[in-house]
């Protein structure tokens, strides 16, 4: 065997990687990539390795970190050793989360008319430079350069990042500081003419010093001095050796790990000016960083080889936050100035593939040059949870509505639009991009097709006796959750609320009107009407009932010739009964519809299983007052409840009940609405019906808003939105920021979508106008 064969010497491969930055870049880890090349270091023993019957010895290994700067665009190009490029991937990605790397087969070669300058510090390696994990200095400073590149120049920023032992580093720390404590120069270069200077003046002083004592020896003062007055000696060498303290960044950087480091700017173009303007600019950018050290730079003629492991300049033994500062990819500021860095824009997310198919599109979704549509999940445990839309107005909350609409009804679903803002023309609006042959528009302020105040559709399945009685009880549920929201200002106390479960179901068992059952609850004579024609086959059901009933009768004293008698009714038990009823009165419409019966009432459990668009149209004519429109709401959305209750005990299987989509806009106006809505929203997706919420802000929201967070909602932050909708979200929107919703384009949203996999985070462009 020869000796060739008994020893192999394996030298490194390096492979490049390009950096392609995005807008969420933040630099405050940087150093932990300084840290992986640090443990590339290898002792020689652990360099040597026997494998069968040869040794094999692999040479040392470093990094190298390129800036390569032409005037249409910046390269950014990190060198590592290929048995390490996994590791420098993960690590690269940990961060910088969002950044895009490409393997390319190197950087275009130098010619040979370029200029080169080394930098290095000016002081021994143990003085720091500045430390600041938030700035994104030197680099700003360096691109400015493009400002005054032309044609085809090029400069390039090389960092050679070498792993090297730290035994001798604390006693070279050590002894640095106290020659700094000391006064004696700290310079890497020899003596310079400024300390000669100051150490000729000190020897001067010295001889006058001298001189003026044998002038006072002659006189006889040799002693005397002034007590206050320094020694001239003294007084000279405090002026001239001022005491600098150490910054924090030289103190921390006895402890921390060192990297020999070496810089080389390379100019180039076709001009000899600017080649030589180029350089400078670029070189004199690391003033932004001095502090307790600095770097300056100086001419060299050395060829360039990017891979070989030490370059044939000086180098400088930086610690690892030192490095941070020279690994840096541009932010948001640098990326917005200079736009001929390629970048992946507007903080790009992957979509889920679970997202990327449905039937409720959300918009478009760019990630790395490619957009596809975004869906809300369509899986069925999650297609059912409520969305809220925030956004300020002509945000385009309309179109996306629209939109929405619009697949659903494709989708073979029913959208209910719940509309009580202006003249209703969200759903003139909306209407108008579908088919006219799939709307269906309750108009409520036609007073020819005037709806009767009642759940008709709450109706029993068959004859049975428990079946009437449990219809009964379902409307009778309605009805007190109707009257239970109409006055915020009264306590709906129990005593009255067994009163009006007992009248409503005695009348409801019968088959009679709601305003049947306020009245009963005022007249005696048609109460005891109604208790005498109670079916026989439902006395065991109403017996408590009817008790409660006699409970309210006023009975006169009665006298020795006429027995007593029901005179009328205790007006202590229905009196914050019919006060309520009397808000429902105030408003014309709600007091014809109290009026009118329900036998041409529309069914809308039947409306939901045609898979269209229901508008149910509130226009605000229809109201003089905010609280006459919010009664009428609740009244409207505890009949929806109600119909989604029949419909499923109608239809027990899910697959057969058609999705029912409920949009509310503007819920802010009509807070008790807005309460019962909050009271049932957990429990809606298992009726098959999903809400979709809009509104400006979560703030306006402030009954339903932390509800909508135990009911797994998901969100769609549209571009205008208020910063307060982001800090209640912060948490969940992670790794987004702030500003990334602050800068967010026109039309577009920041999404938090519940899935099957978890939660989403995503933007994307919104749906355009339905055409």
């Not at 933040?26 to 290898?42: D, G, T």
């Not at 300020?392 to 639009?417: V, Y």
């Not at 809505?677 to 929201?701: D, M, N, T, V």
Request: hydrophobic content about 35%.
């Amino acid at each position: 065997m020869t000796f060739t064969q008994l020893i192999q010497v394996q030298k490194p491969v390096y492979k490049y990687l390009r950096l392609i930055p995005d807008t969420s870049i933040r630099n405050y880890n940087s150093s932990n990539l300084a840290k992986m090349i640090f443990h590339m270091y290898k002792k020689i023993t652990q360099q040597i390795r026997k494998e069968e019957k040869h040794f094999i010895i692999e040479t040392k290994v470093k990094c190298s970190y390129v800036v390569d700067i032409y005037r249409d665009r910046v390269d950014f190009i990190f060198i590592v050793p290929q048995q390490y490029i996994s590791i420098a991937k993960s690590k690269i990605r940990d961060i910088w989360p969002k950044i895009t790397i490409e393997e390319i087969q190197g950087i275009p070669k130098f010619t040979d008319q370029v200029l080169k300058y080394q930098l290095n510090y000016k002081y021994e390696d143990a003085l720091s430079l500045e430390v600041d994990r938030k700035s994104n200095e030197p680099l700003c400073n360096i691109l400015n350069v493009i400002d005054i590149m032309k044609d085809i120049d090029r400069v390039t920023v090389l960092y050679n990042f070498i792993p090297t032992s730290q035994y001798t580093w604390r006693s070279d720390y050590a002894k640095t500081i106290e020659k700094f404590k000391a006064n004696i120069p700290v310079t890497r270069d020899k003596i310079s003419a400024t300390y000669l200077l100051k150490m000729a003046t000190i020897v001067f002083l010295q001889l006058v010093d001298n001189l003026l004592d044998s002038i006072n020896e002659l006189f006889n003062n040799t002693h005397k001095k002034h007590d206050n007055q320094m020694d001239v000696l003294e007084l000279a060498v405090s002026t001239i050796n001022i005491d600098k303290k150490l910054s924090a960044a030289t103190l921390k950087k006895k402890n921390d790990v060192v990297l020999n480091t070496q810089i080389l700017v390379v100019s180039d173009s076709s001009e000899d000016s600017r080649r030589l303007n180029n350089a400078m600019s670029v070189c004199q950018s690391y003033k932004s960083i001095e502090l307790d050290n600095e770097l300056i730079y100086k001419k060299v003629n050395s060829k360039v080889d990017i891979e070989r492991y030490k370059w044939n300049i000086d180098s400088n033994k930086m610690s690892l936050n030192e490095c941070s500062n020279l690994l840096q990819l541009p932010g948001r500021e640098l990326l917005s100035e200079f736009k001929i860095i390629q970048k992946i824009d507007t903080l790009e997310s992957d979509l889920p593939v679970e997202l990327q198919q449905g039937t409720i599109s959300i918009g478009k979704n760019t990630y790395k040059g490619n957009s596809k549509k975004a869906y809300l999940s369509n899986d069925k445990e999650f297609k059912y949870l409520t969305l809220c839309l925030i956004g300020p107005t002509r945000a385009g909350k309309t179109t996306l509505i629209s939109n929405m609409a619009k697949d659903s009804i494709t989708a073979k679903e029913t959208t209910i639009l719940f509309d009580f803002c202006g003249n209703c023309e969200l759903s003139n609006d909306v209407s108008s991009v579908i088919d006219k042959s799939k709307v269906f528009t309750i108009d409520c302020s036609d007073f020819d097709k005037l709806q009767g105040l009642g759940y008709n559709e709450v109706e029993p399945l068959n004859d049975s006796i428990f079946e009437v009685y449990r219809c009964a009880k379902a409307k009778t549920a309605q009805l007190v959750t109707l009257v239970n929201y109409l006055n915020d200002d009264e306590e709906f106390r129990a005593r009255m609320e067994r009163v009006l479960e007992a009248a409503a179901v005695l009348v409801f068992i019968q088959n009679g009107p709601i305003k049947d059952v306020f009245k009963i609850l005022q007249d005696h004579v048609s109460r005891h009407e109604y208790i005498k024609y109670a079916p026989s086959n439902q006395e065991e059901n109403l017996e408590e009932y009817i008790n409660t009933l006699y409970e309210i009768d006023e009975i006169s004293k009665g006298t020795k010739d006429t027995p007593p008698q029901i005179v009328g009714t205790k007006a202590s038990y229905t009196q914050g009964i019919l006060s309520r009823v009397q808000k429902l009165k105030q408003n014309s419409y709600m007091e014809l519809m109290l009026k009118k019966d329900t036998k041409n009432n529309i069914n809308l459990v039947e409306e939901m299983q045609k898979a269209q668009l229901i508008c149910i149209k509130m226009p605000e004519v229809m109201f003089n007052t905010e609280q006459e429109k919010d009664i009428y709401c609740t009244y409207w959305l505890t009949k929806i409840w109600g119909a989604l209750q029949k419909r499923k005990w109608d239809i027990p299987d899910s697959e057969q009940r058609v999705k029912v989509n409920i949009i509310f806009d503007e819920l802010y106006q009509v807070p008790n609405c807005q309460d019962f809505l909050r009271s049932k929203l957990s429990q809606i997706a298992k009726f098959s019906a999903k809400p979709i919420i809009s509104c400006h802000y979560l703030g306006q929201i402030s009954k339903i808003r932390n509800e909508l967070k135990a009911a797994n909602a998901s969100y769609m932050l549209i571009s205008g939105c208020d910063k307060d909708n982001f800090k209640e979200l912060k948490e969940e929107l992670d790794p987004y920021i702030l500003e990334d919703l602050l800068n967010l384009k026109r039309y577009h949203s920041l999404n938090l979508i519940k899935y099957e996999g978890g939660w989403a985070k995503f933007i994307t462009a919104l749906p355009k106008p339905v055409k």
